[in-house]
């Protein structure tokens, strides 16, 4: 391609550049085969691009009188034997497909092509086997961390729900303030006072009574995910159980 100087292509959309590149191609391996010296090579490939574009919506009978022009025109050219064997090359290959040629220099080709992104996940490298564990101790250290989550969910939800439940409470208390709209210089009576002071205290009461009580189901929750951590068996490897087994059979040997 670089020395046909050809622009680059898509063989998969558009296969006629490689169906004729294809035919170049040959025609400059089978001149190298039969000894022709490079410059001849060269000769046989302008021979074939020529006759190839010449013959192109010719009849078959048409293009027998264009490979007989070609031959007249390079007689002088090529050496008599060397243009014999290119005659019959031709013969051979471009003129024995010679309809499946023209249909592919004549016919323009419907493109219905659709394209899907495939991606790939390449497996995880393989960790080294002296760090592996056993399948049940594996599955207990999941188990442990499963929990050990779920705690600090809780944790996490308290906190939030605090904020939230002392957030809700200065703003009704805000509002509650604002709506009183008091004077300056207003007297305010006794018993007004003391609804005042206690509506201002249910609303914090109230607050801080789900809180207190949100905290209090919190904590018996992480107390049942604290208990079943420690209830949790903890599995016995078959490391551990060969070795012990090896040490028995070691003291019985010993007594004996």
């Not at 904590?219 to 016995?236: C, I």
Request: charged fraction near 30%.
């Amino acid at each position: 391609m670089k020395l046909l100087k050809w622009e680059v292509f898509d063989e998969e959309k558009n296969l006629k550049p490689g169906i004729l590149l294809d035919y170049l191609y040959n025609t400059i391996i089978f001149a190298a085969e039969k000894g022709f010296p490079w410059p001849s090579v060269a000769l046989a490939e302008h021979f074939s691009e020529e006759l190839l574009y010449e013959t192109e919506g010719k009849t078959m009978q048409e293009a027998l009188g264009k490979l007989r022009d070609k031959c007249e025109q390079y007689q002088y050219k090529l050496n008599p034997n060397y243009l014999q064997n290119l005659v019959n090359h031709f013969l051979e290959t471009f003129f024995r497909h010679y309809r499946l040629y023209q249909f592919v220099l004549c016919e323009v080709r419907e493109i219905d092509q659709t394209l899907h992104n495939l991606e790939v996940h390449v497996p995880q490298a393989v960790p080294p086997l002296k760090d592996g564990v056993d399948v049940e101790l594996r599955k207990y250290q999941q188990h442990i961390a499963k929990l050990s989550e779920a705690q600090a969910q809780l944790r996490a939800c308290m906190s939030v729900f605090r904020e939230t439940m002392q957030l809700k409470s200065e703003q009704e208390l805000e509002k509650f303030y604002e709506d009183l709209k008091l004077q300056d210089k207003e007297v305010i009576e006794r018993a007004n006072l003391e609804k005042i002071v206690k509506d201002a205290h249910d609303i914090q009461v109230t607050a801080a009574s789900e809180i207190l009580q949100k905290e209090v189901e919190t904590a018996f929750q992480l107390l049942d995910l604290k208990l079943q951590k420690t209830t949790v068996p903890l599995p016995v490897s078959k490391s551990s159980v060969f070795s012990a087994t090896k040490e028995v059979k070691a003291r019985k040997i010993s007594k004996k």
